[in-house]
């Protein structure tokens, strides 16, 4: 399997990220195609991936760990375009996002969510979005220089495994500083191996458990069909910054609990070729 070469697989993540209105470079692209092929051609560290989804790494893997960048642009799309460096402008708000399948839950009036982002207010149909608070993590992405800010914002990814999601984020959004976590030997000896090869100087492996990492006062933290949402939470809410933002990829079936839960917001979506329905769940440290 060559992900360079395998149009049917770049077809559909690239169709996908259209539908969402995220048109990639082609430098960004070809890193993501080149991550790929070291995660299902690399053999030295262990099976890394089962040979069913070895066949659709790009459609279910990195389609899946690129909605969190998804989710940030969405969020902050509309964000009035004057007060936006233009090269900023142009790395989240081109193109606009438009016909997503997206089924996204606004969130409720008062959760962290809310006062985290924008305060949006509903308007019609469309989001009549204030500015974000000048202390929010995702404000960094709307409102400031990205050399000066973007590289100062700190995300870590609990239980990294082979590098998904943190690997695919890492790739698209250079200016920020992402930590991988993993405690397993095998799996911290391939991404280290995949760093060097991928060049990414904004990509630091911890090989441990996220509670003895010394991570902390941390912007943003992700996993990925880690563990439930409560443990998950449960284990970053102490490295995250007041403020910051959790982002956690799971089932939809395994979260569907958590619908009508105040403090968490719920994004629902579809890959591509996949029957079940996923869901990117975000809560923000306010206590």
Same mark, same amino acid.
């Given at each position: 399997?060559?992900?360079?070469?395998?149009?049917?697989?770049?077809?559909?993540?690239?169709?996908?990220?259209?539908?969402?209105?995220?048109?990639?470079?082609?430098?960004?692209?070809?890193?993501?195609?080149?991550?790929?092929?070291?995660?299902?051609?690399?053999?030295?560290?262990?099976?890394?991936?089962?040979?069913?989804?070895?066949?659709?790494?790009?459609?279910?893997?990195?389609?899946?760990?690129?909605?969190?960048?998804?989710?940030?642009?969405?969020?902050?799309?509309?964000?009035?375009?004057?007060?936006? #460096?233009?090269?900023?402008?142009?790395?989240?708000?081109?193109?606009?996002? %438009?016909?997503?399948?997206?089924?996204?839950?606004? #969130? #409720?009036?008062?959760?962290?969510?809310?006062?985290?982002?924008?305060?949006?207010?509903?308007?019609?149909?469309?989001?009549?979005?204030?500015?974000?608070?000048?202390?929010?993590?995702?404000?960094?992405?709307?409102?400031?220089?990205?050399?000066?800010?973007?590289?100062?914002?700190?995300?870590?990814?609990?239980?990294?495994?082979?590098?998904?999601? %943190?690997?695919?984020?890492?790739?698209?959004?250079?200016?920020?500083?992402?930590?991988?976590?993993?405690?397993?030997?095998?799996?911290?000896?391939?991404?280290?191996?995949?760093?060097?090869?991928?060049?990414?100087?904004?990509?630091?492996?911890?090989?441990?458990?996220?509670?003895?990492?010394?991570?902390?006062?941390?912007?943003?933290?992700?996993?990925?069909?880690?563990?439930?949402?409560?443990?998950?939470?449960?284990?970053?809410? #102490?490295?995250?910054? +007041?403020?910051?933002?959790?982002?956690?990829?799971?089932?939809?079936?395994?979260?569907?609990?958590?619908?009508?839960?105040?403090? %968490?917001?719920?994004? +629902?979506?579809?890959?591509?070729?996949?029957?079940?329905?996923?869901?990117?769940?975000?809560?923000?440290?306010?206590?």
């Amino acid at each position: 399997m060559n992900y360079k070469s395998n149009i049917e697989q770049q077809n559909l993540l690239n169709q996908f990220l259209k539908e969402h209105g995220v048109q990639l470079p082609e430098e960004t692209l070809d890193k993501l195609y080149q991550f790929a092929d070291l995660v299902v051609e690399t053999k030295q560290f262990g099976n890394l991936i089962s040979a069913k989804d070895s066949e659709k790494f790009l459609s279910r893997h990195i389609a899946d760990s690129l909605i969190p960048y998804i989710y940030i642009r969405r969020e902050t799309r509309d964000e009035r375009r004057e007060n936006v #460096p233009e090269s900023l402008s142009s790395l989240l708000f081109e193109p606009r996002l %438009v016909g997503s399948d997206m089924n996204v839950q606004a #969130p #409720p009036q008062h959760s962290p969510l809310s006062s985290l982002l924008f305060e949006p207010r509903l308007v019609g149909s469309d989001m009549d979005v204030q500015a974000p608070p000048q202390h929010s993590p995702l404000s960094s992405f709307v409102c400031s220089e990205p050399a000066s800010v973007l590289s100062s914002i700190k995300w870590a990814d609990m239980g990294a495994g082979a590098g998904c999601p %943190v690997f695919p984020l890492a790739i698209a959004m250079p200016e920020v500083q992402f930590y991988a976590v993993e405690p397993r030997h095998m799996r911290v000896e391939f991404m280290n191996y995949a760093k060097e090869k991928l060049g990414l100087k904004n990509l630091t492996v911890v090989g441990k458990r996220f509670e003895t990492s010394g991570l902390a006062d941390l912007e943003f933290i992700s996993c990925r069909a880690l563990s439930t949402f409560e443990n998950d939470w449960e284990r970053a809410q #102490p490295a995250l910054k +007041k403020g910051g933002l959790f982002l956690t990829l799971k089932s939809f079936n395994s979260i569907s609990h958590l619908e009508n839960d105040p403090v %968490v917001n719920i994004w +629902k979506y579809k890959l591509p070729n996949e029957e079940q329905d996923y869901a990117l769940v975000t809560r923000g440290n306010n206590d």
